[in-house]
């Protein structure tokens, strides 16, 4: 089980510029998709988008003269109902590299309320959302949720924990 887990942390992407395009292991595709996201996310919460813009952002590689610019999507999502890592009185900024073609990156639009499984961006108080390209179970609409809502509400609720040593098959 330790050798899945690593698969499970090595579905995470970065949003940036530079980040490795991501590929999902086949022992995880598996596995329980709900289970799977919940243990690999450090937030996952349903949330409402109540702002969203597009910003331009730059990087020197070390070593580099060379800046490199990349397209960035700010949304502040305020979270209704999390399940875990957040709070009903957060508002979190979800960061998206808009051009990232490796990890495609999941991009919210505006007024739209969503099942968020999020990695928190290291160094920076932004959260990325799973994305289909890097996870069995990316971040989804709500009207797409309802069957991972219950699941996770039936965890929440003590009635069938999640035990990330010990992921379920689907």
């Not at 698969?7 to 530079?18: D, H, P, Q, R």
């Not at 937030?43 to 060379?66: D, L, P, Q």
């Not at 998206?96 to 969503?114: I, R």
Request: net charge positive; proline share 2%.
């Amino acid at each position: 089980m330790k050798k899945l887990i690593g698969c499970i942390a090595a579905l995470a992407c970065s949003n940036v510029a530079f980040a490795a395009e991501c590929t999902i292991a086949e022992e995880t595709k598996a596995l329980d998709p709900v289970e799977v996201g919940f243990c690999q996310s450090d937030a996952v919460f349903i949330g409402k988008v109540s702002k969203r813009f597009e910003t331009i952002r730059a990087y020197t590689e070390e070593g580099s003269e060379r800046t490199k610019h990349y397209s960035i999507e700010l949304s502040t999502v305020d979270v209704a109902k999390s399940f875990k890592g957040a709070t009903s009185a957060d508002k979190l900024t979800m960061t998206t590299n808009l051009y990232d073609k490796k990890t495609g990156a999941y991009s919210f639009k505006m007024q739209q309320e969503y099942l968020i499984f999020a990695k928190r961006v290291q160094g920076k108080d932004e959260w990325e959302g799973a994305s289909a390209n890097c996870s069995v179970q990316p971040s989804l609409p709500l009207a797409e949720a309802k069957a991972a809502i219950e699941q996770l509400e039936l965890h929440r609720t003590g009635k069938k924990k999640i035990d990330c040593s010990n992921i379920r098959k689907k």
